[in-house]
T-cell receptor, first 110, second 112 residues
Framework: TQLLEQSPQFLSIQEGENLTVYCNSSSVFSSLQWYRQEPGEGPVLLVT?????EVKKLKRLTFQFGDARKDSSLHITAAQPGDTGLYLCAGDNYGQNFVFGPGTRLSVLP | NAGVTQTPKFRILKIGQSMTLQCAQDMNHNYMYWYRQDPGMGLKLIYY???????DKGEVPNGYNVSRSTTEDFPLRLELAAPSQTSVYFC???????????FGPGTRLTVT
């Protein structure tokens, strides 16, 4: 069974601080996705990383895929209250289905 | 395009009752998925389909059934509802050769 772990589980920071959240697995995935979910809504895709070692930037968010394609990180620079939400990583099981991690719940206080 | 739609938005069932959660997409996506999300947790895959007429079990299929008679629709059937099935259910779809899953707004189900 493929599993994804995320850390930390909860994170509460002040506006303007930087943070990094992690997604780890013992399994190799063909790609890995990061989603953000707001209360009462479905997850919304932020980014997909495909190549080992790949780094993608989305404004203040930087995503990295591990060289072995087993782990990933999400770094947020100068966090804002609008970044508050549940961040989920999901591993792509070679195009068939996806495995989701338990999520990191981020709260950015003004 | 409406994207992925789910009905109902909320439902309360008594133990032992049955119901069908509806999911439809208008993007002509071949891949469709059903997930459940328990409070404060990530999503667990219940069933998925790679095209009309083809379905397969995910991580937590027990107590559920699906069918995929058309590309657009992917209903999830709960037989003999149990309190352990209290959760928020999300349907998602994805186009062939793409990575992004598009999620519906969810159905919040309570079994008492």
């Amino acid at each position: 069974t493929q599993l994804l772990e995320q850390s930390p589980q909860f994170l509460s920071i002040q506006e303007g601080e930087n943070l990094t959240v992690y997604c780890n697995s013992s399994s190799v995935f063909s790609s890995l996705q990061w989603y953000r979910q707001e209360p009462g809504e479905g997850p919304v895709l932020l980014v997909t990383v495909v190549t080992g070692g790949e780094v993608k930037k989305l404004k203040r968010l930087t995503f990295q895929f591990g060289d072995a394609r087993k782990d990933s990180s999400l770094h947020i620079t100068a966090a804002q209250p609008g970044d508050t939400g549940l961040y989920l990583c999901a591993g792509d099981n070679y195009g068939q289905n996806f495995v989701f991690g338990p999520g990191t719940r981020l709260s950015v206080l003004p | 395009n409406a994207g992925v739609t789910q009905t109902p938005k909320f439902r309360i069932l008594k133990i032992g009752q049955s119901m069908t959660l509806q999911c439809a997409q208008d993007m002509n996506h071949n891949y469709m998925y059903w997930y459940r999300q328990d409070p404060g947790m990530g999503l667990k895959l219940i069933y998925y389909s790679v095209g009309a007429g083809i379905t397969d079990k995910g991580e937590v299929p027990n107590g559920y059934n699906v069918s995929r008679s058309t590309t657009e629709d992917f209903p999830l059937r709960l037989e003999l509802a149990a309190p352990s099935q209290t959760s928020v259910y999300f349907c998602a779809s994805r186009g062939t050769g793409t990575y992004e899953q598009y999620f519906g707004p969810g159905t919040r189900l309570t079994v008492t």
